[in-house]
T-cell receptor
């Protein structure tokens, strides 16, 4: 049984601060890791993908992967009120034919 | 960027009727598309993997005779919910994998309400 675990929150962060979102996964065969942002009533929007151990930065976002610990995280720097959303961690085994296994998401609230 | 459309965006139907949802990749070819379902305050759950020109692969617990999937071309997959019941009311979201990348792009979703 593939599982992806996230703290459901809500996680409340002041505007301008760093928001840190965490995710663990159970399937050691996972090769591809994704962070999606979902606003209420909307479909998920891809924020970051990461495939190798270490950090990957894209603008205000940094994804971190540690396969040995089966842990993925997302840091959002200079948090903005528009970042308030539910952040979904998703994993799969790669190769393209594998659907994504999602966590339940962390509800992030950026306080102005 | 990669764009995936879904139609309709919202549908209300009576119990016992069938509803067809279309998923199209607009600017790329997708050999593989995926169908997910999301109940309120829950995460997305993979229902099935749709492969162009072949039968879909269903996840455990998803009835293939109830959720009919057809992937007739590299840009179109359809999901038909047959004999819909109120418990089928949910947010149905498709995604399409760009053949040139290991990334799934999601459609905007279809909200189904069965009365």
């Amino acid at each position: 049984q593939k599982e992806v675990e996230q703290n459901s929150g809500p996680l409340s962060v002041p505007e301008g601060a760093i928001a840190s979102l965490n995710c663990t996964y159970s399937d050691r065969g996972s090769q591809s890791f994704f962070w999606y942002r979902q606003y209420s009533g909307k479909s998920p929007e891809l924020i970051m993908s990461i495939y190798s151990n270490g950090d990957k930065e894209d603008g205000r976002f940094t994804a971190q992967l540690n396969k040995a610990s089966q842990y993925v995280s997302l840091l959002i720097r200079d948090s903005q009120p528009s970042d308030s959303a539910t952040y979904l961690c998703a994993v799969n085994r790669g190769g393209g034919a594998d659907g994504l296994t999602f966590g339940k998401g962390t509800h992030l609230i950026i306080q102005p | 960027g990669a764009v995936v459309s879904q139609h309709p965006s919202r549908v209300i139907c009576k119990s016992g009727t069938s509803v067809k949802i279309e998923c199209r990749s607009l600017d790329f070819q997708a050999t593989t598309m995926f169908w997910y379902r999301q109940f309120p305050k829950q995460s997305l759950m993979l229902m099935a993997t749709s492969n162009e020109g072949s039968k879909a692969t269903y996840e455990q617990g998803v009835e293939k005779d109830k959720f009919l999937i057809n992937h007739a071309s590299l840009t179109l997959s359809t999901l038909t919910v047959t004999s819909a019941h109120p418990e089928d009311s949910s947010f149905y979201i498709c995604s399409a994998r760009d053949n040139t990348r290991d990334t799934q792009y999601f459609g905007p979703g279809t909200r189904l309400t069965v009365l």
